[in-house]
């Protein structure tokens, strides 16, 4: 094949069938489940009479809801019957079904999109899917990864395939040299900034140029992650030696002669010199200041140096109602300095920004420091071995030195689903990935930064350019 | 699943854009283990405050409008998040069709595995049916799914465009696994040749 992308070979390699009207069965490799997307699809399979067609491809781990404090009684002392109650299910169902179970006291328990790499279940050129919308974020190893719905994950467990119709390429040229304090979260929030929130949809985003291959493998991660804030399924980056570095004797990674002859097949997975893509965009990482998000929208992009936009300078109306909106609900003032907004709580995690280079980011910005009097913070590592990691260089007593909560792995205040959330009009510097209404608690308003940045602002007590910091 | 022919339906205004799946159905919600019964929090947060009262500027608490079946809103609707809790708490509270300009890729899948209608139209018609809708009182749109149209309170007919396979998979009210299922021959051949590659 020539003339083709990335996403072209990986989907042209799992194509099982091709109807004539478009409607396509592709082949998924690996399937991943938590407790919140999966309990109607185990309970639709008991319905119909039907088996999971191959268990050893899913793997499963409880995160959404899962508790990040006190965990020492195991599931069982879960106080939340509700969130017991899905955790418990998913156990059974996995006792059930065959599946590969990660309980929650395995020291391997976290995101989802955090344990999938670390186990190696995430490999170049591999269709992976998952009932959450930021599988998006295996990606970063080159695979064609994307959220689907409950009735999807049935259909997955059914017959370890899925109905697509193929999407239409676009090519994030990102060129230049970033500067150490733009981070892959700057460079996703300025994509997202760029195209909007729809700007994607209907399309695989692919991440290339100079400074995407500069990030290191959790910051690609944190880039696909994102994709899906621009609305795009999947985000991509093609497999390069860092990505073999990484999975490279991960338990679940090929080993020997299968490893060789795995690397060499990754080795292929690039777009051809003279792909043609439906849509192209350049950013100048060189060029980007640390962004901050102020609205409801993740489009809603600034930068650290900015002022709040004024609605009354929008006339697109829909825009302009969205914008008054949004202001009213992040109880902002029109073109007030963003550096001058205050904030109560910082939440550093999620599986954008949890990883072992998220934390050590964050804690290099506070070393020696104290968390302002307003803030409340704390720190929610990805996954156990993440936390285990940062314990064993030491993050941890940098973070509760600095008056950092130190809490165990789960999506905790990323969607606020267990105890972790704000309360109303309480305002957060966050590392996550969605600043809607209600996302992080009722009321609560959320602001999108990059780890650093989040640190930064939970030792100043608002925003401040890390820059000058 | 029901099968989706032809009806007439109250529609209710939702004159916003990015309305994410978040609002449509508030993260509490999602502890549950069951599909059905979420029509009672669609929505919750817009619609209830935090003591259970209900706001009343909102339109489905507005008399004209809580047996709506039609949602005609802004463009992007149903971004962010992949639940599959947002048809189901629509569905559940009796929506069968919603419009807009354009919809979240997620979201639009998973409308068609519930029996729910997403119509994607030019800004200018949903406008018009934005307009219609804004009149309450009763007014109804009318969906022929087979003819591909909205029939307006006026009698203009609107076209629609839909992929036919998940037409006739919303005519008919097939099972998308069942469907997938008579194509195992084909799976276990792709699946035999797939098992010997070392990067499986």
């Known amino acids: 094949m020539s003339h083709t992308t990335l996403y072209d070979k990986i989907w042209q390699a799992h194509l099982v069938d091709e109807q004539d009207d478009g409607n396509c069965l ?33 793997l499963a781990v409880a995160d959404h809801n899962i508790p990040t404090t006190n965990r020492a009684g195991g599931v069982e002392a879960i106080e939340d019957e509700q969130s017991r109650i899905q955790i418990e299910t998913l156990e059974k169902n996995c006792a059930e079904f065959g599946i ?169 997975l690039r777009s051809d010199s003279d792909a043609v893509f439906d849509r192209e965009i350049t950013i ?25 936009p004024d609605p009354a300078a929008i006339d697109n109306e829909a825009r302009r109602k969205a914008t008054e909106r949004a202001l009213a609900y992040m109880g902002l003032e029109a073109d007030m300095p963003v550096q001058s907004i205050e904030i109560d709580r910082v939440f550093i995690g999620s599986c954008t920004n949890s990883r072992i280079e998220d934390l050590r980011a964050a804690a290099k910005v506070i070393e020696g420091k104290k968390v302002s009097d307003r803030v409340n913070a704390m720190v929610v590592p990805g996954s156990g071995l993440v936390k285990k990691q940062a314990e064993e260089e ?76 | 699943m029901e099968k989706f022919t032809t009806f007439e339906g109250i529609a209710a205004p939702l004159d916003m854009i990015n309305v994410d799946t978040d609002m449509i159905v508030p993260k509490q919600f999602l502890k549950t283990i069951k599909r059905s019964g979420l029509g009672a929090n669609v929505f919750d947060e817009m619609r209830f405050r935090p003591d259970g009262s209900e706001i009343e500027d909102f339109v489905l608490n507005q008399s004209d409008y809580r047996q709506s079946q039609i949602l005609v809103a802004g463009d992007n609707f149903g971004c962010g998040s992949s639940r599959e809790h947002a048809p189901w708490a629509l569905l559940d509270f009796g929506f069968r069709c919603v419009i807009a300009p354009s919809f979240a890729d997620i979201f639009f899948n998973n409308c068609f595995k519930n029996g729910i209608l ?83």
Not at chain 1, 29 to 34: E, N, Q, S, Y
Not at chain 1, 402 to 430: H, I, V
């Open chain 2, 118 to 200: 997403p119509i994607a139209l030019p800004q200018a018609e949903v406008d018009k049916l934005m307009s219609d809708a804004k009149q309450g009182n009763g007014t109804v749109l009318s969906i022929n799914l087979e003819a591909q149209t909205i029939t307006r309170p006026n009698g203009e007919a609107i076209a629609f465009d839909v992929d036919p396979f998940r037409k006739n998979c919303l005519i008919e009210g097939l099972d998308d696994i069942g469907l997938t299922l008579k194509k195992s021959e084909k799976i276990d051949a792709f699946e035999a040749e797939r098992n010997q590659l070392a990067w499986r």
């Open chain 1, 26 to 58: 592709l082949y998924i490799d690996r399937h991943l489940i938590h407790e919140v997307t999966s309990p109607q699809a185990f309970e639709g399979l008991r319905m119909s009479g039907r088996q999971v067609r191959v268990p050893s491809k899913t």
């Open chain 1, 284 to 308: 100048d990482a060189a060029n980007l200041p640390p962004l901050v998000t102020w609205g409801t929208s993740p489009q809603d992009v600034i930068s650290i140096n900015g002022r709040v």
């Open chain 1, 100 to 268: 590969d179970h990660i309980g929650m006291m395995d020291l391997r328990q976290g995101i989802v999109h955090v344990t999938g790499p670390e186990e190696g279940f995430t490999m170049p050129g591999l269709t992976i899917v998952c009932g959450d919308s930021h599988t998006s974020t295996h990606g970063a190893f080159g695979a064609l990864a994307h959220g689907i719905g409950t009735s999807e994950v049935e259909h997955v467990l059914a017959t370890q395939t899925l109905a697509q119709r193929k999407a239409k390429n676009f090519r994030v040229n990102v060129v230049g040299d970033a500067p150490d304090y733009i981070t892959a979260k700057d460079i996703a929030l300025a994509v997202i900034g760029e195209i909007g929130t729809a700007g994607g949809t209907g399309y695989v985003l692919e991440y290339a140029g100079p400074a995407i291959e500069a990030l290191t493998m959790e910051g690609r991660m944190t880039l696909c992650n994102m994709s899906i804030e621009a609305g795009a399924r999947a985000g991509l980056i093609a497999p390069d030696e860092k990505t073999f570095e990484y999975l490279k004797d991960r338990p679940r990674a090929p080993k020997g002669a299968d490893w060789e002859a795995a690397v060499a097949y990754w080795q292929t």
């Open chain 1, 394 to 469: 030491g993050l941890d007593k940098v973070f509760l030195d600095a008056g950092f909560e130190w809490r165990d792995p789960g999506c905790s205040m990323c969607l606020a689903m267990n105890a972790d959330k704000l309360s109303p009009q309480e305002r957060c510097a966050s590392t996550s990935n969605r600043n809607f209404e209600g996302r992080q608690g009722r009321e609560g308003r959320t602001h999108l930064v990059s780890p650093a940045m989040a640190a930064a602002a939970a030792i100043r007590g608002h925003f401040v350019d890390i820059r000058d910091f």
